[in-house]
């Protein structure tokens, strides 16, 4: 189930967004989603069980530490771990929450089928954030086959 583009606005119209799988190594795609999170101008929050910064931002350990004013999550990790991160998201509130394409579990979808928030799936966090590069490249070959969210 891919996320359709009013889900994707939706979620990126959060200006403080929680990341659950950031990196310290500028050369992963946690760290690189990092840093294009925050030339868009969004107030990134980053997860990480062991870094105190990476960026220069400081991270949090888990979802629980996230500020009061965190609006939305990104959940950027292993697809074994994805579905309890999902619930326990869900249960602490988060109305919106981005599950970068092949993240998704194998509950994944029966979970979000009767959540009360707007769960984005199926969909790379580059395509829709004004990207450069390889992801500019992936963002125009996803425009031109239509495969990029309607």
């Known amino acids: 189930m891919k996320a359709d583009l009013q889900q994707i606005e939706n979620f990126l ?19 690189e ?14 997860v990480h069980r062991e870094a105190e910064i990476i960026e220069g931002i400081p991270c949090v350990k888990s979802l629980g530490e996230f500020p009061a ?13 994805t ?19 092949f993240s998704e579990g194998p509950e994944t979808f029966s979970i979000i089928k009767n959540a009360d928030a707007n769960v984005v799936t199926g969909r790379c966090i580059f395509m829709y954030t004004n990207p450069e590069g390889f992801h500019k490249f992936h963002e125009r070959i996803n425009k031109l086959f239509g495969t990029y969210a309607k």
């Open 13 to 31: 119209a959060n200006k403080n967004i929680g990341l659950i799988g950031a990196s310290r190594d500028p050369k992963k795609f946690g760290n």
């Open 83 to 101: 579905d309890n991160l999902l619930k326990e998201a869900l249960d602490k509130g988060f109305k919106n929450i981005w599950i970068q394409q």
């Open 69 to 81: 004013d965190t609006q939305a999550i990104c959940l950027i990790t292993p697809n074994t771990e």
């Open 33 to 46: 989603v990092l840093k294009q999170l925050l030339k868009r101008g969004i107030k990134v929050i980053p």
